[in-house]
């Protein structure tokens, strides 16, 4: 059984800076993407960030220079380092981890609330 624990999130006043984790316990398949996703009030969910385990990442064009994905392949955990953050990142914010080959199976974190006011 593969659980995703995540941790981080809060309040912060625009323009400062907030780290999520995230540690995925149970086998995962090698080959695999980690990322993060946020689903604000009344929006549908939408990709924030993602990383390959080969290396490859893709940004939300909103989020692009102010946040940074990374992750470390041998402890299956991924951060979301986010700076200059605005009221629009308002959100939860979930992460995300799907497997590549094998069984493409995919597995969702519970959520944790990020707030951006003043």
């Known amino acids: 059984q593969v659980q995703l624990v995540e941790s981080g999130g809060g309040l912060v006043q625009p323009g400062g800076s907030l780290r999520l984790s995230c540690a995925a316990s149970?086998?995962?398949?090698?080959?695999?993407?980690m990322g993060w996703y946020r689903q604000a009030p009344g929006k549908q969910r939408e990709l924030v960030a993602a990383?390959?385990?080969?290396?490859?990442?893709n940004y939300a064009d909103s989020v692009k220079s102010r946040f940074t994905i990374s992750r470390d392949n041998a402890k299956n955990t991924v951060v979301l380092q986010m700076n200059s953050l605005k009221p629009e990142d308002t959100a939860v914010y979930y992460c995300n981890v799907r497997e590549l080959f094998g069984l493409r199976r995919e597995y969702w974190g519970q959520g944790t609330q990020v707030t951006v006011s003043s």
């Open positions: 990383l390959t385990s080969g290396g490859s990442t």
């Open positions: 149970g086998s995962i398949h090698s080959v695999n993407v």
